[in-house]
């Protein structure tokens, strides 16, 4: 069920104020005529919040109780209050404005700036790293730009949090954070990095809210006159307020409580950044006279979903502090299937039956861009991005950059690569391929244990460990390969992991998935230690994540299906187990791991080095294996062949509305033209030809090949 918006307009050309209310439930009705503050609305995944609270703004105006340019809309992105000034337009109130926090600041502080303060104003920061790395020096301290990401991160929590340098190391320890570096330390680069910001007049996104909140203190006039200009508040997504926020929405208000708030505590998954839901859930504390509002009908998921996301937080702990309430939604749309659950003995197994099971999806019509995968980390990206390539599934990486663009990954190929080309230096010689690569990866920061804590360094541990752990997975399927054909391997990868960035499958993590929603949803890796993640400990720590589940859940709005794997790799010891947040939710039997993939059939097998099929050289070059030979030894292609294999990609790709690229690349189909292949096992040995395109494409390439008109990809779908 989905609702709708009903427009109906006076003579005048507005809309009637009684038609804003038609359509709406009766807890959005309840929203939208509490038109007087404080109000309170708790509002549960996809029970509708932005439509009812821009339907309460938008009767409030055309009932006269405000004006609309005395209303200020506030959110946390752009995306979300461009929405807003769209639906506002769409109800009859454009004048109203919604903004961030911070371009509400920013837009006040520019203006009473030559009034109140004089002289050049202030430059923004936009990335503080490249301060905190000057901090960092004039303290004779070094860190990588890994560690002065973090220790950035660390900066912002201080600021947001209103800590002082000098109660950094109390207040961090405290809250249960695990500084990048020595805590001392980041109290010493606060504290320089807040003297050079002032000295080269530069401000950055928490200066901005803490200086215009003390501008409006400090500056009666000027407040009245903020004051006089907004009369009338909504704050969206009030779980994730942070103390500076706080302090700026309290200037804002003065002695007034003209404030509608809107969040739910079941949705908290920022806590990490200084988010805290104590503003939300003690709001009557704050407010006694508020009104309260629940939303619990959910509009976007099946029954099915429904129950699921209510199953994983009605399983919360009790009587920890980390427990907070939240709403029991209760589904509208028609029955829909089951949510799945599937156990796989490897992690490589997961990702290749996902590949499967997406495809089948868009084969029976689900749109692409209508399907996401999730997962909680951004390291788990990669053995999704490598399946879906060799699926031939288009994807887009959501929140992240492609693992092999992430900086700590290019850099690590880049000395793999002068490895290999220095043929193996004393120090790795005969250590065998998986001892070299960990070598090599030393050098830049990895080790065999992981840091602690969350953010940079340990984002870069991971994508490091997982380069080492495609070295083991080498290792076990030949153990004659050496460093040559692993840098072979992962230029192979990179390259099918390159494509042009099209519509095509989400990957995300879970927290970048926040506010989104898709027909088709897969959780993948929840295993205990993965969600939870390890490093969360406290019991409000472990809260925290089973909400990150919740939301994940309540992305999905029909096709649902959950999954985890007993080991990393295949062959590994199977001693992982499913995460606890699924106890009683999981069925006791869970889905067999289906059969694997042929070893010839799957690309990242490893065969030793390939022989040149013309002069018999090893070849190395990604290019060239593809070939097949050296780019320099004479090719037998077949024009006529290679001409007609790209009109029929191009049909096929249309047909499946998908990029060329995705069918077969040039490459491929070069060599396919090559060496005219005969038969599936002729035409399965050639790269970029894997199981899942063998079975799709094979028959009507293999025709080409005799020179007979293919059936369509339809034909043979059917």
């Known amino acids: 069920m989905v609702q709708r918006e009903t427009r109906r307009a006076t003579s ?3 809309l009637e104020a009684d038609a804003v209310l038609e359509g709406l439930d009766p807890e959005q009705r309840a929203v939208a005529e509490a038109v007087r503050g404080p109000v309170c609305v708790l509002a549960g995944a996809g029970t509708g919040k932005t439509r009812a609270i821009t339907h309460r703004i938008a009767y409030a105006t055309l009932t006269g109780i ?3 340019q005395r209303v200020l809309a506030v959110t946390f992105t752009t995306r979300a209050a461009g929405e807003l000034r769209g639906r506002l337009r769409q109800l009859g109130a454009p004048g109203v404005q919604a903004r961030t926090f911070h371009a509400a600041a920013l837009r006040q502080l520019t203006y009473f700036w030559p009034k109140v303060i004089g002289g050049e104003p202030p430059k923004i920061i936009e990335s503080k790293i490249g301060l905190i790395a000057d901090a960092a020096r004039a303290c004779r301290l070094s860190f990588g730009r890994t560690e002065l990401r973090d220790v950035a991160g660390e900066v912002e929590w201080a ?20 500084p990048p570096v020595d805590a001392v330390d980041v109290a010493r680069i606060y504290v320089m990095y807040e003297s050079l910001r002032r000295e080269r007049n530069l401000l950055d996104f928490e200066g901005m809210l803490e200086l215009t909140a003390a501008v409006l203190t400090e500056h009666r006039d000027v407040a009245n006159q903020v004051r006089e200009q907004y009369r009338y508040f909504v704050v969206d997504e009030y779980q994730d307020v942070n103390p500076l926020q706080k302090l700026l929405l309290d200037t804002w208000l003065g002695d007034r409580d003209d404030l509608c708030v809107v969040g739910d505590p079941s949705q908290t998954i920022y806590s990490f950044t200084g988010a805290t839901p104590s503003y939300l859930l003690g709001f009557t504390r704050d407010h006694p006279t508020a009104q309260v509002v629940r939303l619990v009908r959910d509009y976007r998921s099946t029954p099915q ?62 749109p692409a861009r209508e399907v996401a995968v999730l997962f909680r980390i951004n390291a788990q990206s990669q053995i999704y991005e490598q399946a879906f390539a060799d699926a031939g599934v288009p994807y887009v990486l959501r929140g992240a950059e492609r693992f092999f663009e992430r900086p700590a990954v290019r850099e690590a190929v880049v000395r793999l690569r002068g490895a290999t080309r220095s043929g193996g230096d004393a120090e790795t010689d005969g250590m065998g391929l998986i001892a070299t690569v960990r070598h090599v990866l030393s050098g830049i920061g990895f080790t065999d244990k992981a840091p602690e804590g969350t953010g940079a360094a340990r984002e870069k541990w991971e994508s490091l460990a997982a380069l080492a752990q495609l070295a083991e997975d080498m290792a076990a399927a030949d153990a004659a390969a050496g460093l040559v054909e692993f840098v072979a391997e992962l230029e192979e990868r990179a390259a099918a992991q390159h494509a042009p960035p099209l519509e095509g499958v989400t990957l995300a993590s879970l927290h970048a998935a926040k506010g989104l929603e898709w027909d088709a949803l897969f959780l993948v890796g929840l295993s205990d230690g993965t ?16 909400r990150l589940l919740y939301v994940g859940v309540t992305r999905a ?10 080991a990393r790799a295949p062959g590994g010891r199977k001693v992982r187990r499913c995460s606890r947040f699924l106890d009683g939710i999981a069925p006791q039997t869970s889905t067999s791991t289906p059969a694997r993939m042929p070893a010839t059939d799957r690309k990242r097998s490893a065969k030793g080095p390939q022989p040149c099929r013309v002069c018999g050289r090893p070849l190395t070059a990604a290019l060239e294996r593809k070939l097949g030979r050296c780019q320099g030894c004479p090719a037998d292609l077949d024009e006529a062949l290679f001409a007609d294999l790209k009109a029929w990609r191009v049909a096929a790709a249309k047909e499946q509305k998908v990029p060329s690229y995705v069918v077969f690349t040039d490459v491929t189909l070069q060599a396919i033209a090559e060496r005219r292949p005969a038969t599936e096992a002729e035409l399965a040995v050639i790269s970029g030809v894997g199981r899942a395109k063998l079975e799709r494409y094979g028959a009507s390439v293999l025709a080409l090949c005799r020179g007979e008109t293919p059936a369509t990809t339809t034909d043979l779908l059917d």
Not at 531 to 546: H, K, M, V
Not at 557 to 566: G, I, K, Q, T, V
């Open 66 to 68: 405000v004006s609309p």
């Open 159 to 178: 600021k947001v949090t209103q800590t002082r340098p000098e109660d950094y190391a109390a207040a961090a320890a405290k809250a249960g954070r695990k």
């Open 531 to 546: 969600l939870p993640i390890i490093y969360a400990e406290t019991p409000e720590q472990i809260e925290e994540e089973r």
């Open 12 to 14: 005048g050309g507005r």
């Open 305 to 366: 979903v429904v129950k699921l996301a209510n199953d994983v937080l009605a399983r919360r702990g009790t009587g920890s502090r980390g427990q907070v309430p939240g709403v029991e939604l209760i589904a509208q749309r028609d029955d829909g299937p089951e949510p799945t659950f599937a156990e796989y003995d490897d992690e490589v197994a997961e990702a290749e039956d996902v590949a499967r099971k997406v495809t089948k999806l868009i084969e029976n019509g689900v």
């Open 557 to 566: 709005r029909e096709h649902l299906a959950l999954s985890w794997s007993l």
